[in-house]
C-alpha cells in the first residue's frame, strides 16, 4: 500500500465514509476513491495537502 492509498483511506475513516470525507476536503468522492484503490497516482499539491502529504523533490545534476 502506497503512501497516498494509506493517507486516503485515514482520511476516509477520520471523516466517517467517502462522502462525508469528500465533502469535507473538497476532493471529488470517485477521485478520492480512486486514490484509495491506488488507481490514481500523482495528484496534485491540492489534493496532497488535503491528505496530509508533503511533496519532495529532489534535483540531481544529469549525466552526473
Do not use: F, W
Request: aromatic share 4%; hydrophobic share 30%.
Amino acid at each position: 500500500m502506497t503512501e497516498i492509498q494509506r493517507a486516503a483511506t485515514k482520511l476516509i475513516t477520520r471523516h466517517g465514509g467517502l462522502r462525508k470525507a469528500s465533502r469535507v476536503t473538497g476532493i471529488q468522492a470517485s477521485y478520492l476513491c480512486r486514490l484509495r484503490n491506488g488507481k490514481q497516482s500523482n495528484p496534485g499539491d491540492r489534493v496532497l495537502r488535503q491528505l496530509g502529504i508533503t511533496r519532495h523533490v529532489s534535483y540531481r545534476a544529469c549525466g552526473a
